[in-house]
């Protein structure tokens, strides 16, 4: 289940408590999920560890497991052969540095420099060394002038070694006895398949141009509906750096560790989340509960939705994590956010394996005292046994030939738009046939589908612990009227302050079953426009089923666009959906929300069946698909519609993933053995939806029909 161990403070945003009584928000609703959107500049990501050790290690798996959903590696795509290429050996005093470029992806490459330690026996730990934004990547100079404002603000002492100080680290570590990769971030330095302003810069206009030929580039709509995204590749990049460095004959296998700044940081972060090889990490100025990473390439859709980057760090625990911070957005972090990760070290025995250095005397780096405290932490974690305290000491710097990847005899591959719509086919190729190996044939892999399909929607929906203790249910009309008696409630819910004004329509009797009525309308969906009840309704009442239904987020009083809300400074989903839960998410917890309400309301009743017509079958089929046993069984008019149609990701019906895991399909699917019957299917009809009802051993309990009746008055 997912525990939301994060609140999200603002001064927009009330919390609703056990006592508390509801506060109108905007329009005089008092769903506060009308506030304004979190975002990741102005909002305090609160980390708040459990008590236990045992629930901290359910929490772990859950933040994990969004992690790997969100930069789209759940399923991990298999790694292939490296390829890799080591060129132009340089010999320095104490190392050497050879260029180097390997395949991730189908023709995309990582490229880099790495550093070997000259006069050590035996295999030598291996350091992956990322970088963030700095201008020039691996190439970055900070030049004279520069250098000697660092070195008067005593951030810095040498000027080669502060003039340069990413090369400065490798060759430091190198020195120490590490094989260190210092590779480039997408759109820096060598990796210039993907432009900066395609990963970095990104417009509408940018992204608009990546569309066509049947393709499309990283932040639009199709990328986002397949969580293809620069994170994702950069974390991917990481791995199969890893993957290479690791097998290399000098490199311990046993002791490996990340380090990187700033966006460096954000990456050594994300690896240090899904990579169980590494052992030892040190990010430096990106662990905070204030600001999140601002760039596209450090967001993705559900990444920090209830969780922020100081409990992603917390995950390394219990191996040794240090870390730095600096007078930025880590400026706190000594007494925000560090604390709870000790909290958690605690927790685990392993108090002495987390160590912040606080630098607040300098501003964002990568500095000189931040390289300290990464050399005496790796020095210590990974027993290089070097002198103490460690200091650089002076070197010759490469130099941009030197550091180039690329020449005559090693030609800089394909780029440009034509191979970042090559790059994101080919990265849903391999994603579709991992999950059509996954379609149920047995028991066995309809429990394995339901682990990773499932378990992917459970994060990008992220429901929570949703229980009848959670809800608040008041009664505020009832209409004077000869039966069916007509009810009107507010149902709350008070761990996410939702508010749903809802109809129970009682038939004259006891009821046996209770039906949730989904419409795009909310309870005015209930009615024809001369008042009467629809027929279907009409029907149900006569047989003795209650009905119920509510005004969904963006339904009735509140339009629908009041709920649509985007954090806009930049065009990118991510920057909305990287902290905030979509609309359709929301609608499908309101629908469960309305089934554990009907059992508080109806607790002779047996059976809470979901009945949704055409306009609400999106979030419908997202419920269905996480609803376990609160639903009984599903009716439901598709009208034939898929999220692969989609042209917006700012469309009230979109959801981050929803086309890479299946579409509407995958998550009615989930739902096999329950009864459920389908129409506005033609064609083919559902083919996987078959398979798993087969493979539950209930093809008896599935429908699917071109047109017909929406509910079976047999049942």
């Known amino acids: 289940m997912l525990l939301l161990r994060f609140s999200i403070l603002a001064a927009t945003a009330i919390a609703l408590t056990a006592t508390a009584a509801p506060v109108p928000a905007v329009d005089g609703s008092t769903d506060q999920r009308l506030a304004p959107p979190i975002h990741l500049r102005r909002h305090y990501f609160r980390f708040d560890p459990p008590a236990t050790a045992e629930a901290w290690r359910e929490r772990a798996g859950e933040v994990r497991r969004r992690v790997q959903v969100a930069a789209g590696l759940w399923p991990a795509p298999p790694r292939r052969e490296p390829n890799a290429v080591a060129h132009g050996l340089v010999v320095r005093d104490g190392y050497t540095v050879e260029k180097v470029y390997l395949e991730s992806f189908p023709g995309h490459f990582v490229t880099g420099s790495l550093y070997r330690p000259k006069g050590f026996a035996g295999p030598r730990p291996g350091v992956l060394s990322p970088y963030g934004h700095w201008g020039g990547g691996r190439y970055f100079d900070l030049g004279e002038a520069g250098v000697k404002d660092q070195i008067e603000r005593g951030a810095e002492e040498d000027p080669v070694g502060g003039r340069y100080p990413i090369q400065a680290r490798c060759v430091q570590l190198a020195r120490m006895g590490c094989v260190v990769f210092n590779y480039d971030m997408v759109g820096y330095a060598d990796s210039q398949q993907l432009t900066h302003r395609q990963i970095h810069a990104a417009t509408e206009e940018s992204i608009a141009a990546a569309i066509g030929e049947g393709g499309w580039g990283f932040y639009s709509t199709q990328a986002e509906s397949r969580l293809q995204g620069p994170l994702g590749l950069q974390t991917f990049n990481s791995r199969c750096a890893l993957d290479w460095l ?10 490996l560790a990340i380090t990187g700044g700033s966006s460096g940081g954000t990456q050594t972060l994300m690896a240090s989340a899904v990579d169980q090889r590494l052992d030892v990490a040190f990010p430096v100025v990106m662990v905070s509960t204030a600001m999140q990473g601002g760039c596209g390439c450090e967001n993705a859709c559900c990444l920090r939705v209830g969780t922020g980057n100081a409990e992603i760090a917390a995950l390394f625990a219990p191996k040794p994590l240090g870390m730095a911070s600096a007078n930025d957005w880590t400026v706190e972090t000594i007494s925000r956010g ?12 392993a108090s002495a394996n987390t160590r912040l250095r606080s630098a607040t005397e300098f501003r964002h780096n990568y500095n000189l005292s931040s390289r300290r405290a990464m050399y005496a932490w790796m020095n210590e974690h990974l027993d290089l046994g070097a002198e103490r305290p460690t200091e650089e000491r002076p070197y010759r710097p490469l130099s941009d030939s030197e550091l180039c990847v690329w020449d005559d005899q090693h030609p800089a591959p394909p780029s440009g738009v034509e191979h970042e719509r090559a790059l994101l086919k080919a990265w849903a190729a391999i994603t579709d046939r991992q999950l059509d190996a996954l379609a149920p044939t047995d028991e066995a892999s309809l429990v394995e589908y339901r682990r990773v399909v499932g378990g992917a929607l459970e994060t990008i929906l992220a429901v929570g612990d949703l229980t009848a203790a959670d809800l608040r249910i008041t009664e505020t009309d009832q209409e004077d009227r000869a039966p069916p008696n007509v009810r009107h409630l507010t149902v709350l819910r008070r761990s996410t302050g939702a508010a749903l004004e809802a109809v129970l329509v009682e038939p004259q ?8 009525w989904a419409h795009e309308r909310g309870v005015a969906g209930l009615y024809q426009d001369n008042g009467e009840f629809v027929p279907e309704v009409r029907g149900l009442l006569d047989r003795g089923v209650a009905i119920l239904a509510a005004d969904l987020l963006g339904q009735g009083a509140v339009e629908e666009q009041r709920a649509l809300q985007f954090n806009d400074d930049k065009p990118l989903a991510s920057m909305t959906f990287g902290y905030n839960r979509p609309l359709l998410a929301h609608r499908a917890a309101d629908l469960l929300t309305l089934a554990v309400a009907a059992r508080r309301l109806a607790p002779e009743a047996d059976r809470i069946e979901l009945t949704a017509t055409a306009g609400a079958a999106p979030y419908a089929a997202a419920a269905w698909a996480v609803a376990g046993d609160r639903l009984s069984a599903l009716n439901i008019d598709t009208g034939g519609f898929r999220f692969a149609g989609l042209g917006s990701w700012r469309h009230a019906q979109f959801l981050p993933g929803a086309v890479k895991y299946g579409d509407l399909p995958a998550m009615l699917a989930l739902g096999a053995p329950r009864p459920l019957r389908v129409i506005g299917e033609g064609g083919e009809g559902l083919p996987l939806v078959g398979r798993a009802y087969e493979a539950a051993g209930a093809a008896d ?15």
């Open 509 to 516: 009797d006891s009821c046996r079953s209770v039906v949730l």
């Open 338 to 349: 560090y604390p709870e990760i000790r909290h958690v070290y605690d927790l685990l025995g």
């Open 701 to 715: 309990r599935l429908s699917v029909a071109a047109d017909g009746p929406l509910i079976d008055e047999r049942d």
């Open 246 to 255: 690791a097998g290399l004959p000098e490199v311990d296998s046993e002791r």
